[in-house]
């Protein structure tokens, strides 16, 4: 019941600004003494593990800064064995598992398309046959989106949106939640073959910005569409590929039908680097 109020809240209040709003503030100088408590609360209050950021809270501006902390070197291993992919995020398994008639698991009993996660039928369709998995990040967890693959970064897609939370509640109530949220759209080609991650934005999420071109952001008033890159900007398994200003949701779409997920459970949490599927 409380959680049908909030969602109802919500749907009167405007998302967009409000998440803007709450990204300024996470950004906010603050003097000094206010700023490090601020940041202390921050970690305390979630339970982060503060011995895997790459900096000590007190060198932190900002809670945003804090927010959107680099690992310390070595704090995730990246699965280099070849015909591999691996995690994204940190975080935890929403749902993950064959492409069947071009549609996604979003909760029981929901469902939605690839081709409206992508605004384009035609990338769409071809993920067919493919596999999906979709990794929820939490307010505790690292907030930096990692490629799955290597490869070479040809096109990228930024589809303005809603911001609608992404919590259960939201997952389960709320129709098409990740097709009408505000998302980046990121298509790499490798040696798996054709692998989509997509960034999906959420209330609080100020934007999201992108480490192979970092003149796309989001909720920038930016115009949605298609971006070619031309030459295509390589990229290694496990280098950074976005990031979250607050937490949200990343989507990995893999095209090839001879990729198998390894066995993952929803519910089960991730860790960045990790293997999620191989060449069968």
């Given at each position: 019941?409380?959680?049908?109020?909030?969602?109802?809240?919500?749907?009167?209040?405007?998302?967009?600004?409000?998440?803007?709003?709450?990204?300024?503030?996470?950004?906010?100088?603050?003097p000094a003494?206010?700023?490090?408590?601020?940041?202390?609360a921050?970690?305390?209050?979630?339970?982060?593990?503060?011995?895997?950021?790459?900096?000590?809270?007190?060198?932190?501006?900002?809670?945003?800064?804090?927010?959107?902390?680099?690992?310390?070197?070595?704090?995730?291993?990246?699965?280099?064995?070849?015909?591999?992919?691996?995690?994204?995020?940190?975080?935890?398994?929403?749902?993950?598992?064959?492409?069947?008639?071009?549609?996604?698991?979003?909760?029981?009993?929901?469902?939605?398309?690839?081709?409206?996660?992508?605004?384009?039928?035609?990338?769409?369709?071809?993920?067919l046959?493919?596999?999906?998995?979709?990794?929820?990040?939490?307010?505790?967890?690292?907030?930096?989106?990692?490629?799955?693959?290597?490869?070479?970064?040809?096109?990228?897609?930024?589809?303005?949106?809603?911001?609608?939370?992404?919590?259960?509640?939201?997952?389960?109530?709320?129709?098409?939640?990740?097709?009408?949220?505000?998302?980046?759209?990121?298509?790499?080609?490798?040696?798996?073959?054709?692998?989509?991650?997509?960034?999906?934005?959420?209330?609080?999420?100020?934007?999201?910005?992108?480490?192979?071109?970092?003149?796309?952001?989001?909720?920038?008033?930016?115009?949605?569409?298609?971006?070619?890159?031309?030459?295509p900007?390589?990229?290694?398994?496990?280098?950074?590929?976005g990031?979250?200003?607050?937490?949200?949701?990343?989507?990995?779409?893999?095209?090839?039908?001879?990729?198998?997920?390894?066995?993952?459970?929803?519910?089960?949490?991730?860790?960045l680097?990790?293997?999620?599927?191989?060449?069968?």
């Amino acid at each position: 019941m409380k959680d049908a109020l909030l969602l109802g809240t919500l749907g009167v209040v405007p998302k967009n600004l409000l998440s803007r709003a709450v990204g300024a503030a996470a950004h906010a100088s603050l003097p000094a003494p206010v700023r490090r408590a601020s940041v202390w609360a921050f970690a305390r209050a979630y339970g982060i593990d503060v011995s895997e950021a790459e900096l000590p809270l007190s060198a932190y501006p900002t809670v945003g800064a804090f927010f959107t902390r680099r690992l310390r070197p070595g704090a995730r291993s990246v699965d280099r064995r070849p015909g591999r992919a691996v995690c994204p995020a940190d975080g935890r398994v929403l749902n993950a598992g064959r492409i069947q008639h071009g549609e996604l698991l979003q909760a029981k009993g929901r469902r939605f398309t690839v081709a409206e996660l992508l605004r384009n039928r035609h990338e769409a369709d071809r993920f067919l046959g493919g596999s999906w998995l979709t990794v929820y990040l939490s307010p505790r967890d690292y907030h930096r989106v990692h490629h799955p693959s290597e490869g070479q970064v040809r096109a990228a897609r930024y589809i303005p949106g809603h911001l609608w939370p992404v919590n259960r509640a939201a997952v389960d109530n709320i129709e098409d939640l990740f097709c009408v949220n505000e998302r980046v759209v990121t298509y790499v080609d490798g040696p798996l073959g054709e692998v989509c991650t997509v960034m999906v934005g959420a209330t609080s999420v100020g934007h999201i910005t992108m480490a192979y071109d970092p003149a796309l952001q989001t909720n920038r008033g930016l115009a949605g569409g298609l971006r070619h890159y031309d030459p295509p900007r390589r990229v290694a398994r496990g280098d950074e590929l976005g990031t979250f200003h607050l937490g949200s949701t990343a989507i990995v779409l893999f095209a090839n039908p001879a990729v198998q997920l390894e066995k993952l459970e929803a519910g089960e949490m991730v860790r960045l680097g990790q293997p999620v599927a191989r060449l069968g």
